[in-house]
């Protein structure tokens, strides 16, 4: 009826209300969150087909005083519509290069960056100002960047990735398979590995298609001399079959979740997490 019709058309109004509201608040205290040394990081290990550790992704964490931990995928988002992402960037970039210079020296660091950070800020210059103040090898750090970025590839984003790789840093596609950029036209944007989304693995082995389309990208991909890794790793039956398609290196809780920086150091220094 007519009546319920309003009803509902309020509530969802105050219920939007509500949700802006609360999003306000949060970025109202993510502003501040930096100094009040609220943010940490974990490391999640990947590892290559017979369990060595070869790298540690670095995921931020979100202490709130009164919320506990909140998400990065709830705090990302805003951290990029306010411009926090760009110091906060940086102390992650900074933090993530001095923890890793404490392995041994066959492990790397990957640090995610948003297409934010590319385009609002000298990415070069932090860069080396991050190597040269932790004294990590260049080889050592892996930047994991999303395909989005490059939808639009402007001479600026490609004079980046260019001196990027000059400097010696690795550079892997993030998420990939839900963009739309051609494998080649990436590797001729100098990227060296690429990262298989997980709403791929998550339907391994049972699906065919998805089968199907792991195994196409992991084998242009090694044509193309890029390394293959697979994020989102749950099950033995999911390992044995990407391993089987060809996949070169994995990551998921099968062998460990994102742990905290002395844990890493811990799993950094065993033989082989399987
Ligand atoms: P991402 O870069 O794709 O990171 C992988 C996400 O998958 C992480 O979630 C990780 O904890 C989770 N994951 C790892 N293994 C498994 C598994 O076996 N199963 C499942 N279901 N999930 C798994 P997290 O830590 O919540 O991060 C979410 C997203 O937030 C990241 O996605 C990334 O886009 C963003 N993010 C996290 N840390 C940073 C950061 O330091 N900087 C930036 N710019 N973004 C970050
Ligand atoms: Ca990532
Ligand atoms: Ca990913
Ligand atoms: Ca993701």
């Given at each position: 009826t007519k009546s319920e019709g309003r009803g509902g058309y309020c509530f969802y109004?105050?219920?939007?209300?509500?949700?802006?509201?609360?999003?306000?608040?949060?970025?109202?205290?993510?502003?501040?969150?930096?100094?009040?040394?609220?943010?940490?990081?974990?490391?999640?290990?990947?590892?290559?087909?017979?369990?060595?550790?070869?790298?540690?992704?670095?995921?931020?964490?979100?202490?709130?005083?009164?919320?506990?931990?909140?998400?990065?995928?709830?705090?990302?988002?805003?951290?990029?519509?306010?411009?926090?992402?760009?110091?906060?960037?940086?102390?992650?970039?900074?933090?993530?290069?001095?923890?890793?210079?404490?392995?041994?020296?066959?492990?790397?660091?990957?640090?995610?960056?948003?297409?934010?950070?590319?385009?609002?800020?000298?990415?070069?210059?932090?860069?080396?100002?991050?190597?040269?103040?932790?004294?990590?090898?260049?080889?050592?750090?892996?930047?994991e960047i999303t395909e989005s970025v490059f939808l639009e590839a402007t001479p600026a984003i490609k004079a980046t990735l260019a001196e990027l790789r000059e400097m010696g840093v690795s550079l892997s596609l993030d998420d990939f398979g839900t963009g739309y950029s051609s494998l080649s036209y990436l590797r001729r944007l100098a990227f060296n590995k690429i990262k298989i989304d997980q709403s791929f693995v998550k339907d391994l082995p049972h699906e065919q298609s998805g089968a199907a389309i792991v195994r196409a990208i992991i084998d242009l991909a090694t044509s193309l001399k890029m390394t293959v890794i697979a994020e989102g790793v749950e099950t033995e039956a999911q390992r044995r079959c990407l391993l089987n398609l060809g996949c070169h290196e994995l990551q998921g809780y099968l062998f460990s979740r994102p742990v905290p920086a002395k844990e890493a150091e811990a799993l950094a220094s065993r033989q082989g997490l399987r």
């Open positions: 109004e105050a219920e939007m209300d509500e949700r802006i509201e609360a999003r306000r608040a949060l970025s109202t205290d993510l502003r501040g969150a930096l100094d009040r040394n609220e943010f940490l990081l974990h490391f999640q290990p990947i590892v290559t087909t017979d369990g060595r550790v070869v790298c540690f992704e670095t995921l931020v964490r979100w202490r709130h005083p009164t919320r506990g931990f909140v998400s990065p995928a709830e705090f990302i988002p805003l951290a990029e519509e306010t411009g926090i992402i760009i110091p906060m960037g940086e102390w992650i970039l900074r933090q993530a290069c001095t923890i890793a210079t404490e392995w041994p020296s066959d492990i790397s660091v990957a640090v995610n960056l948003s297409p934010i950070q590319f385009r609002h800020s000298d990415l070069p210059l932090l860069v080396r100002s991050a190597l040269r103040d932790s004294g990590l090898a260049a080889p050592r750090l892996e930047l």
